[in-house]
């Protein structure tokens, strides 16, 4: 069956902009996580729904930063007034109910700001 | 200090040698350890997860876990050039979000 994806494949905006970055998990995966990867570093965590409602939004550095998942399906990770500190690959992963231990992740959106 | 270390490397092998990865963690409430392979360019793929202490082997990959010492390892037998990439110890302190290491790039030269 078709994997996680991320829409676009690579977004390059300019500081001060809004961007919008789109996931779409695995068919029937309850659960979808938001990871931030800057270069040489691993996937730093931002925010998980279960379902509908943001379970934990604690990695999601300031208030500029906001997702979605209004059917429990697609997310949105939206980020406002971008920065030049916010250029990074954005990571998606879905899993199935009660599995959180099996995270398959998206191709990631790059983000340039510049 | 970070929840999750790892030498970021790079560690060069010859073709079909062992590959030693190694990893500490912090939190001693973790309960879940998982090592992904990220090939340059591509997303994280995870290749084994392990949960007790001890082994657990699947095919040419070996994990290893030692909670008293707060240790992770992965053994890669018969290293090809195929298995460049970086590889990235997990870990699930029990919130359902994984926490990752900076990884460590392996390099296996013919």
């Known amino acids: 069956g078709a994997g996680v994806s991320q829409t676009p494949s690579n977004k390059v905006t300019e500081k001060g902009k809004y961007v919008e970055l789109r996931c779409d998990p695995i068919s029937g995966h309850t659960a979808l996580y938001w990871y931030r990867q800057s270069l040489g570093q691993g996937p730093e965590f931002l925010i998980y729904f279960q379902g509908t409602g943001a379970a934990d939004d604690s990695g999601l550095p300031n208030d500029r930063f906001f997702a979605v998942r209004p059917e429990g399906s697609v997310s949105t990770l939206k980020i406002q007034r971008t920065e030049r500190g916010d250029s990074a690959v954005y990571l998606c992963a879905s899993s199935p109910a009660g599995d959180a231990d099996t995270q398959y992740f998206g191709p990631g959106t790059r983000l340039t700001v510049l | 200090q970070k929840e999750v270390e790892q030498n970021s490397g790079p560690l060069s092998v010859p073709e079909g040698a062992i590959a030693s990865l190694n990893c500490t963690y912090s939190?001693?409430?973790?309960?879940?350890f998982f090592w992904y392979r990220q090939y340059s360019g591509k997303s994280p793929e995870l290749i084994m997860s392990?949960?007790?202490?001890g082994d657990k082997e699947d095919g040419r990959f070996t994990a290893q876990l030692n909670k008293a010492s707060q240790y992770v390892s992965l053994l890669i037998r018969d290293s090809q050039p195929s298995d460049s990439a970086t590889y990235l110890c997990a870990v699930n302190i029990g919130t359902d979000k994984l926490i990752f290491g900076t990884g460590t790039r392996l390099q296996v030269f013919p």
């Open positions: 939190d001693r409430g973790s309960q879940s």
């Open positions: 392990i949960y007790s202490n």
